[in-house]
């Protein structure tokens, strides 16, 4: 008989997980205690579940010795491979049978990369909903920390709207529509009172697609527990990636669910025009997205112009310009002036609804569209796709 791992208990156990580390770190100890709290907010009974622990050699196998062949991507802090287990996800399987799954497998220790491991754990490793990555498991070993994820054959949206991978096709304005109220379900939900959680990195390489274009976020490397009782805002270090952080939170450290909404907005503004938020390459002003795009709001006539070329003539009028008031709304400067992510997603149902009536715009047919025409693109999509970042300062915009 197989001898039965023990799975973690998330809310209980997590710290026993840093003990083997802090031995080997004794110099940082000091330092891990200030950030800990943090990283791992208190949480009920009722909210624990349990992960399966991999053994590291389980994960060499699922993963053909995490073979080059296999690699997804690769960032400062981490490299993500394809692997294989069997159905039950309990042991490796042969390449091409089994599940498939992607293996994050952490290459430098520090602090930042631990914490960012540890959270993600804590809070993946906690909610479920059908548009959040599912994470299914972990492995520590001596100075080994990967996580195991469910395989997400579309790789990240960013790829999708303006990657490198040719062979890809631009994503219709069903599909765009589609993805945004996925994205806007899963923050409806970690913000709700289940969740509570605002995730504070909200942004296109974070949003992935699985084979039939559902979007799923990920990376809840920086998530945070959001206020409670009667407070207004957390106040944290600043976290996140330059060009999605709302301006009031890169000022001051005060976060809410609203700062979420301002990074959904962007992507928002990604999926309307087909462009990167933030592009060197372009002209001076028109360098970062949302300013960029700003004095085209107050115009219905020339809001329209904001609207990637690609896919001109696939969405009515009307649709166009309630896609982007919504979007204006989440970008708004001042907080409060911007929707709660359920009202974005009621919005955005409405939106669906009056494309469905109108016989055009948004519609429930897909476009015969797939994601991928050979493996080399599969993995240029994944790229973006690594969430551990190569810094250890407390403030971190990318």
Not at 82 to 111: C, F, H
Not at 127 to 153: I, K
Not at 189 to 211: A, M, Y
Request: net charge positive; proline share 4%; aromatic share 10%.
């Amino acid at each position: 008989m197989r001898q039965m791992r023990p799975s973690i208990a998330i809310s209980v156990h997590s710290k026993l997980l840093l003990i083997p580390w802090i031995r080997r770190n004794r110099k940082r100890k000091a330092l891990l205690r200030l950030h800990i709290s943090s990283v791992l907010p208190s949480t009920s009974r009722r909210e624990r579940i349990l992960l399966k622990r991999f053994l590291f050699n389980e994960l060499k196998v699922a993963t053909w010795n995490f073979h080059p062949h296999n690699k997804l991507g690769e960032g400062g802090f981490g490299s993500v491979f394809r692997g294989w287990v069997d159905d039950n996800i309990s042991t490796a399987a042969s390449p091409g049978t089994g599940m498939l799954i992607a293996v994050k497998r952490i290459n430098q220790e520090g602090l930042q990369g631990h914490k960012e491991w540890l959270t993600e754990i804590y809070y993946l490793g906690r909610l479920r909903h059908p548009n959040l990555v599912t994470l299914l498991g972990y492995c520590f070993e001596d100075d080994c920390r990967l996580l195991v994820y469910e395989f997400m054959a579309g790789g990240s949206l960013d790829t999708h709207l303006y990657g490198r991978a040719s062979s890809l096709q631009p994503l219709s304005w069903i599909l765009r529509m589609k993805i945004a109220l996925g994205a806007a379900n899963s923050l409806a939900f970690i913000h709700s009172g289940e969740g509570k959680v605002i995730h504070r990195d909200v942004k296109s390489s974070n949003i992935l697609l699985d084979s039939n274009y559902n979007a799923k976020l990920s990376d809840f490397g920086f998530a945070k527990d959001g206020p409670a009782g009667d407070k207004s805002h957390v106040s944290t270090w600043v976290m996140g990636t330059r060009g999605y952080a709302a301006p009031e939170y890169v000022a001051t450290g005060h976060l809410t669910r609203k700062t979420d909404v301002y990074g959904f907005g962007v992507v928002m503004l990604e999926l309307l025009t087909g462009k990167p938020v933030l592009d060197t390459s372009r002209p001076t002003r028109e360098r970062n997205l949302v300013e960029w795009a700003r004095p085209y709001f107050a115009s219905k006539r020339r809001v329209l112009k904001i609207f990637d070329a690609r896919i001109k003539g696939q969405y009515s009028v009307a649709a166009a310009r309630k896609a982007a008031n919504l979007t204006n709304q989440c970008l708004s400067t001042e907080p409060e002036l911007r929707p709660n992510m359920n009202e974005v997603v009621k919005a955005l149902e409405q939106l669906q609804e009056s494309g469905n009536n109108e016989g055009s715009g948004i519609s429930h047919k897909e476009p015969r569209q797939s994601p991928y025409s050979n493996s080399n693109s599969a993995k240029s999509s994944w790229r973006s796709w690594i969430s551990f970042r190569s810094s250890s300062s407390h403030s971190y915009i990318r």
